[in-house]
């Protein structure tokens, strides 16, 4: 098994670009998740996912879209991006046993 | 709605000494608790979880945790910590029938030589 997969591990973008950042899932779980992290924050959940077809906010949504087609993958588009989107992304995705397996992170960065 | 305080935001050990890092949690009945660990430059693996049973929970590279109800505190420990130890910590609480965990923000472990 991979696990967690995401791609890129790192991206520089101009302010108003878009770009998606990929999460793909080989243990067919269910729930996925995205979340960001900054210093001092700890880990901010932007939007999640239950199951194909079915996506949620989190805590910090704005200027981020989610889709989920399948179970296995869960990518994460930002719009139009701003330096505050700078951060280090991590998908995660859950068992039905809670606990939640991570993969190893984009780090973006807005200029 | 769950809640998780780490109270340390940096805790520096030497290498070779006993380690207790504190995770406390607000929820209303039995939560599901976890530790996480962050090596720099890399995602969040497991280290131990608490859903039910036994409050001393072992975990995995030698760490274990205690459930204690009555301080609603979920403490992660290790006798002698190792160089390849320092990274960072998170607890994170869970409830059953909920997909969302809620994550502490962190505890940033060093060690010196």
């Known amino acids: ?111 | 709605a769950q809640s998780v305080t780490q109270p340390d935001i940096h805790i520096t050990v030497s290498e070779g000494a006993s380690l207790e890092l504190r995770c406390n949690y607000s929820y209303g009945a039995t939560p599901y608790l976890f530790w996480y660990v962050q090596s720099p430059g890399q995602g969040l693996q497991l280290l131990l979880k608490y859903f039910s049973g036994d409050t001393l929970v072992q975990g995995i590279k030698g760490f274990e945790a205690e459930f204690k109800r009555s301080q609603s505190s979920f403490n992660l420990r290790k006798p002698s910590v190792h160089w390849s130890d320092a990274a960072e910590y998170f607890c994170a609480v869970g409830a059953m029938g909920s997909y969302i965990p809620t994550f502490g923000r962190g505890t940033s472990l060093i060690v010196h030589p």
């Open chain 1, 1 to 111: 098994n991979a696990g967690v997969t995401q791609t890129p591990k790192f991206q520089v973008l101009k302010t108003g670009q878009s770009m998606t950042l990929q999460c793909a899932q080989d243990m067919n779980h269910e729930y996925m998740s995205w979340y960001r992290q900054d210093p001092g924050m700890g880990l901010r959940l932007i939007h999640y996912s239950v199951g194909a077809g079915i996506t949620d906010q989190g805590e910090v949504p704005n200027g981020y879209n989610v889709s989920r087609s399948t179970t296995e993958d869960f990518p994460l588009r930002l719009l139009s991006a701003a330096p505050s989107q700078t951060s280090v992304y991590f998908c995660a995705s859950k068992s039905f046993t809670y606990e939640q397996y991570f993969g190893p992170g984009t780090r973006l960065t807005v200029t």
